[in-house]
């Protein structure tokens, strides 16, 4: 019953340095979904995506890249990483839209620190 | 558009007495209406939904939910608190012709006191 996995769950990074968060879900979702999370200002949706081979911006897509090649994975990249991406990432899974009356599921996080 | 308020950042209630999480919103259509909680280091936990039907909604721990159309309220209840359900809670909302966008409040800190 793993649900959504993330990994990492922490990393500190350097200005500059490049990493991907990696997203799995076992429940044959369509849809993912990629968040961030900071105090006060709730969960922004960074990029999404509808299906196998398909990704779309969210709210704040900028010094992101996503690429979803299997159904079941998610991953989120950030080729040159900035101080202001210091957060907590949240990856999510559901069905499809035509569906939305079911919620998303979570999985537990990546603490990521730029310094 | 479509966005959520949740006016208090923070709750604080002594264990035993009724907890209410407030939450408005705004959509340009019918609304889907969530809460998740958040315990520490963890990711979001689905508690309840609101659909259609019935405005008031039991979820998951004893929480329930009352829909309120004039008023385009969600709020978040429960009879008596526990010292458990000190979390972060989270209202979201979806306009049920959107694909796949939801709106999530900036969260209220619960904190149930001994």
């Known amino acids: 019953n793993a649900g959504v996995t993330q990994t990492p769950k922490f990393r500190v990074l350097k200005t500059g340095q490049s990493m991907t968060l990696l997203c799995a879900q076992d429940?044959?979702?369509?849809?993912m979904y990629w968040y961030r999370q900071d105090p006060g200002m709730g969960l922004r949706l960074i990029h999404y995506?509808?299906?196998?081979?398909?990704?779309a911006k969210g709210e704040v897509p900028d010094g992101y890249n996503v690429s979803r090649l299997k159904k079941q994975n998610f991953l989120l990249g950030l080729e040159s990483a900035a101080p202001s991406q210091t957060s907590v990432y949240f990856c999510?899974?559901?069905?499809?839209?035509?569906?939305?009356?079911?919620?998303?599921?979570f999985g537990d996080g990546t603490r990521l620190s730029i310094l | 558009a479509q966005s959520v308020a949740q006016p208090e950042d923070q709750v604080n209630v002594a264990e035993g007495n009724p907890l209410t999480v407030k939450c408005t919103y705004s959509?340009?259509?019918?609304?889907?209406l969530f809460w998740y909680v958040q315990y520490p280091n963890r990711g979001l936990q689905f508690l309840l939904k609101?659909?259609?039907?019935?405005?008031l909604v039991k979820g998951s721990y004893g929480f329930e939910a009352e829909f309120n159309k004039s008023q385009t309220s969600f709020h978040l209840k429960k009879p008596s608190a526990l010292v458990s359900d000190s979390a972060l809670y989270f209202c979201?909302?979806?306009?049920?012709?959107?694909?796949?966008?939801?709106?999530f409040g900036a969260g209220t800190t619960v904190t149930v006191r001994a």
């Open positions: 999510a899974s559901s069905y499809p839209g035509w569906r939305s009356n079911q919620p998303q599921h």
């Open positions: 429940m044959n979702h369509e849809y």
């Open positions: 995506s509808v299906g196998e081979g398909t990704t």
């Open positions: 959509v340009s259509g019918n609304p889907y």
């Open positions: 609101y659909i259609t039907g019935d405005n």
């Open positions: 979201a909302v979806r306009d049920r012709w959107s694909d796949y966008k939801l709106s």
